[in-house]
């Protein structure tokens, strides 16, 4: 009797996806959602223009600006000239090429990766492509997401197939619970913590455990977003009835029969027992605390009860290195402790960090309290939605009264490609993903944290345990 082999998630996922393997060419995989934003798309359209193609699914395609957007006015050169000429070329695309955009001001429009999820765009069991590296977060729906090139982009939008090559699998295990009032951002931390930030290089990551399978689909979201900081090419989740529950009845979502239909193929969507993975990490959840990155990189992070590290901590000659970098760059000097690090900006928002169970816990420690004189705090929701909500939730106020400044959404200060950016030699706590040299601004030093520890840095000036 032929019994069936045990797989993984990821190859349930990719085996679905298949369209070509012929031998000695690169697998051809058939993409179900392309997302686009002003970025990385107007060099894809203009091939496309020049080779006078058409789209293969405009259906198939969504667009959303986000990047290049102010988050104090919804005027399109509300962020200078250059970011204005972007956003209008995206929509002079959308409009030729019949693609449906959340432009300046719509209802739908957020961060990319905020703004798919919460309309029910993504959906398990699918094939998510975006000119965007943080396309992982999609992964927390056990969609097989990940971010392409502006070539790959053309690609997509000519044939909706994609070429790819399987990577390695990686399973990350958090077993037991996490402790109280330790958060998802925690967790991804902690994780690249351990392995490295080039630790899933190679690799499509599923998180799993305990700790895991407990976590809301929004904190997923925070995991699966940070796939990439690792290396990973995606990050996966198998989805559940947590996964249903957020689901049903979001805009783009199945309905009725068909919804019935979908869940229950989704159910089928998890490594079966026993299937092989070519790598596994195992963190304990209650050995997780909160943490605070020292570095220019994610995997240099402590938890925030510990001390800024020496080079000599570090037998690796390349990580001894990078620490002595980092160290310059941060103006940091070793053992100093987390706490002692006092912060002048906070920036409560990306799509990391920006969704309303992001926005509860900030407003949850801002209530009643003051941000310190000697520090600027900026609030920015995810999407328009997201913004809704927590107006009409009290959180906007509960922010302007402590005296953060709640924005617009966009990805604002994550990156500096808008107006939102820091001057050199600020020090910024934040709860986007990355903090490489200049990433917020040119000479400024990122922290990464949970959205409770930015704020709690905004109003005590410098790094505090909220669990402490
Ligand atoms: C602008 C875009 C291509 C970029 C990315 O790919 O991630 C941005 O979103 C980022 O976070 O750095
Ligand atoms: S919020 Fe930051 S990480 Fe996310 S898509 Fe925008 S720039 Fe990239």
């Not at 029969?257 to 027992?273: F, N």
Request: glycine share 10%; charged share 25%; with cysteine.
């Amino acid at each position: 009797m032929m019994t069936s082999q045990a797989i993984t998630l990821y190859d349930k996922l990719w085996q679905r996806h298949i369209v070509d393997e012929t031998p000695g060419e690169t697998p051809l995989i058939y993409v179900d959602r392309h997302l686009i934003h002003e970025v990385t798309s107007p060099q894809a359209f203009a091939n496309l223009r020049f080779h006078d193609r058409p789209l293969r699914h405009p259906q198939r395609t969504t667009a959303t600006m986000d990047h290049n957007i102010s988050t104090r006015s919804i005027e399109i050169h509300a962020a200078g000239e250059g970011a204005a000429n972007q956003l209008r070329t995206l929509e002079k695309n959308c409009k030729a090429f019949d693609i449906e955009l959340f432009g300046m001001g719509h209802k739908n429009q957020g961060i990319v990766h905020v703004m798919g999820p919460e309309l029910g765009l993504t959906l398990p069991g699918t094939v998510i492509v975006c000119g965007d590296s943080h396309t992982a977060t999609h992964g927390a729906f056990g969609a097989l997401a990940f971010g392409i090139g502006t070539s790959e982009v053309e690609h997509v939008f000519a044939t909706q197939t994609l070429r790819q090559n399987k990577a390695k699998s990686m399973k990350i295990e958090i077993t037991g619970d996490v402790g109280v009032g330790i958060s998802a951002k925690d967790i991804i931390l902690a994780i690249i913590g351990k392995t490295g930030s080039a630790g899933a290089t190679g690799y499509v990551v599923e998180y799993c455990g305990d700790a895991i399978k407990k976590l809301s689909m929004e904190e997923r979201m925070t995991i699966c977003n940070m796939s990439i900081e690792f290396g990973a090419k995606a990050g996966l989740i198998a989805p559940d009835e947590t996964t249903f529950e957020y689901l049903k009845g979001r805009e783009y979502a199945p309905k009725d029969d068909l919804w019935q239909m979908a869940v229950e193929d989704w159910r089928s969507l998890k490594t079966d027992d026993g299937a092989a993975f070519d790598a596994v990490v195992t963190l304990k959840g209650e050995d997780i605390k909160a943490q605070v990155t020292w570095g220019t990189n994610p995997g240099q992070v402590v938890s925030v009860d510990g001390a800024v590290p020496a080079p000599e901590d570090f037998s690796d000659p390349v990580e001894k290195e990078s620490c002595v970098n980092a160290l310059k760059y941060m103006d940091l000097a070793p053992g100093t402790k987390i706490t002692d690090i006092s912060v002048n900006k906070v920036f409560i928002g990306s799509c990391t960090n920006s969704r309303i169970e992001d926005l509860r816990a900030a407003a949850a420690i801002a209530r009643g309290k003051k941000v310190a004189s000697s520090v600027e705090a900026i609030v920015v929701p995810g999407s328009y939605r997201v913004k809704e909500q927590a107006e009409q939730e009290g959180l906007a106020d509960i922010f302007t009264e402590a005296g953060f400044q709640w924005r617009l959404p966009g990805c604002s200060m994550c990156l500096g490609m808008n107006d939102d950016i820091l001057a050199e030699g600020d020090r910024c706590a934040s709860t986007s993903n990355r903090n490489f040299e200049g990433r917020q601004g040119r000479g400024s030093r990122t922290h990464l944290v949970s959205p409770e520890m930015a704020a709690a840095a905004a109003i005590a000036g410098h790094f505090v345990d909220v669990n402490g």
